[in-house]
């Protein structure tokens, strides 16, 4: 096993990498995430998973054009029929397909889920910068809060694990266990707040309940899908200590409202922390202890109810956008179309963010409308990595894009991806025929070597 790199990082050299999902062959609204209004409200419809990848792969070329760096996730293999034989459905894969499809619909809509492309709930990572062993930190989120998401936690961490194979710059830590206690839904409750991405940062994780104990003051409607106790353990497995972090409690009422992920009523970047006043349950507790333990000056941007209301939150998915530094200090808002069709929330980013006393100066508005139906924006699609130089170059494949891998994958989406997928493909067994055959191509395409499960025999 190779020793941890003792090098110093040099502040300057670290930069943040948008690592974004790539949208899968089987993405479909099936709606199967209770507590995700725009998942529920959009459940039957036929999507198209060939537009779905290709306004994914805009985003991010148009990203990397303005001159931030991405990189990509491969989606996971779906359908997941060896999750059927678990079941107990047996035969060939068309029989397998055929009896879920009659028996169990519901099942078989799950094991075909896309959801993997929102890469934010991939896991949560802790920069080399702020672990006591000088090494990027991934834990893979359990996600264990629904059964279509509960399938993705192995293949990601073989994913990861492929990517980040450098034992002396990375370090992989064992998916948490899955129960209701430890419910971990990655990166999408995890924040992290410093002045530059080289300089020591603090870490703010957000849980809709606490597993042990607590007060018993959780949502009424849906689910609080992030515990406390999964935060603490996941900063515990990163060497993350009392002085690096602070955690929070979403406001119930957001969750009750469709705020399923923290990221979808708050976005940090850098010193600032863009937030609705339903955020958080104690708001001004939840400012105290970071503006206490960051080592460069909060700036939060608060949002409050009277100019953008809960459900316009939700509805537009502002705060599920992207925040990005720029080399002069200032800041980019990445969010989805849906923003500039509410009247309140493009007067909000005009009047209140753009205008504002804070370093954004500037919105870009992304289609990623095929994400959207399902529940996921901007903010959803990328997990953030902060590396310095060296581990950039460290970085194992070819999954940082450029223009020559936007293109290759460009064209292999629209070799092998439908146009239209009805739920009532899912039972296609040729449909399973073609996934197999794009995701054997993408690995060799990605150079990560054999990862998913009909891979590995």
């Known amino acids: ?16 990498v948008n690592f974004d999902g790539l949208v899968g062959p089987t993405h479909n609204y099936s709606g199967l995430a209770h507590g995700n209004v725009a998942s529920m409200s959009h459940g039957g419809l036929v999507s198209n998973p060939r537009e779905g990848a290709l306004q994914g792969l805009g985003k991010m070329k148009s990203l990397m054009d303005a001159g931030y760096a991405q990189g990509v996730l491969p989606p996971q293999q779906r ?22 499809a009659k028996e169990a619909p519901q099942i078989l809509r799950a094991v075909c889920s896309a959801s993997s492309m929102w890469t934010a709930n991939a896991g949560t990572v802790t920069p080399s910068v702020d672990a006591p062993d000088g090494r990027v930190h ?34 992989h830590h064992p998916v948490l266990p899955a129960t209701p206690a430890f419910s971990d839904e990655g990166a999408a409750n995890h924040t992290r707040l410093c002045g530059d991405y080289g300089e020591p940062g603090v870490h703010l994780f957000v849980y809709g309940r606490q597993a042990f104990g607590g007060d018993g ?73 970071l503006r206490a333990k960051m080592a460069t000056p909060l700036i939060p941007v608060r949002v409050p109810e009277e100019a953008v209301s809960l459900e316009d939150a939700v509805g537009s998915y502002l705060f599920n956008s992207q925040l990005l530094s720029n080399p002069d200090g200032s800041m980019t808002l990445v969010v989805p179309g849906e923003c500039q069709e509410n009247e309140a929330v493009w ?26 139906r399902n529940g996921g924006g901007p903010a959803c699609l990328r997990l953030r990595v902060a590396l310095s130089e060296a581990e950039r ?44 055959t794009a995701l054997d191509e993408l690995t060799q395409l990605l150079k990560i070597g054999s990862v998913y499960p009909f891979q590995l025999g």
């Open 217 to 289: 003051i959780e949502p009424k409607r849906y689910p609080a899908r992030q515990t406390l106790e999964a935060s603490q353990a996941v900063a515990r497995q990163h060497g993350l200590t009392d002085a690096q972090t602070v955690f929070a409690q979403q406001h119930p009422e957001a969750i009750d409202g469709g705020v399923f992920h923290n990221d979808v009523i708050a976005v940090g970047n850098g010193p600032v922390l863009l937030y609705h006043a339903k955020a958080f349950r104690d708001e001004e507790g939840t400012l105290d202890a």
């Open 347 to 372: 007067r909000t980013i005009q009047d209140l963010l753009i205008a504002g006393p804070n370093p954004i100066n500037e919105v870009l508005v992304k289609d990623v409308k095929q994400s959207m």
């Open 393 to 436: 170059a460290a970085v194992t494949g070819r999954v940082l894009l450029d223009d020559g891998l936007y293109g290759d994958l460009t064209a292999w989406v629209e070799k092998h991806y439908r146009d239209r997928l009805a739920v009532e493909d899912l039972a296609d067994p040729q449909l399973a025929v073609e996934t197999l």
């Open 79 to 100: 359908p997941d029929l060896g999750a059927l034989r678990a079941l107990g459905f047996s035969g060939s894969d068309g029989e397998v397909l055929a009896r879920a």
């Open 1 to 16: 096993m190779s020793e941890p790199v003792s090098d110093a990082v040099n502040a300057t050299d670290v930069r943040e």
């Open 138 to 171: 991934f834990t893979p989120a359990n996600l264990q809060s629904s059964f279509h998401r509960y399938l993705e936690p192995q293949t990601t961490g073989r994913v990861l694990a492929a990517m980040f194979k450098d034992q002396g710059h990375f370090a």
